[in-house]
């Protein structure tokens, strides 16, 4: 199962559709930023994924 098609099924489950959702790629491509975005991902990052980064989704999200 793809990235995005996991996150659309988690969205149509009752309780799951807040969740933060981010997809992670090592593709900069346009379609792939714009398939997370339709699927309903809260945000795209590129691989390699710096920890800094991974540390300030979490905490916006009120999860560190």
Not at 21 to 27: F, H
Not at 41 to 49: M, Q, R, S, V
């Amino acid at each position: 199962i793809t990235g995005t098609a996991l996150i659309t099924k988690l969205h149509g489950v009752v309780g799951m559709a807040d969740i933060p959702t981010y997809i992670l790629s090592a593709s900069p491509a346009v379609d792939v930023v714009e398939r997370a975005r339709v699927a309903g991902a809260t945000g795209y990052l590129n691989k390699p994924i710096r920890l800094k980064t991974l540390l300030e989704i979490l905490q916006k999200h009120g999860l560190s």
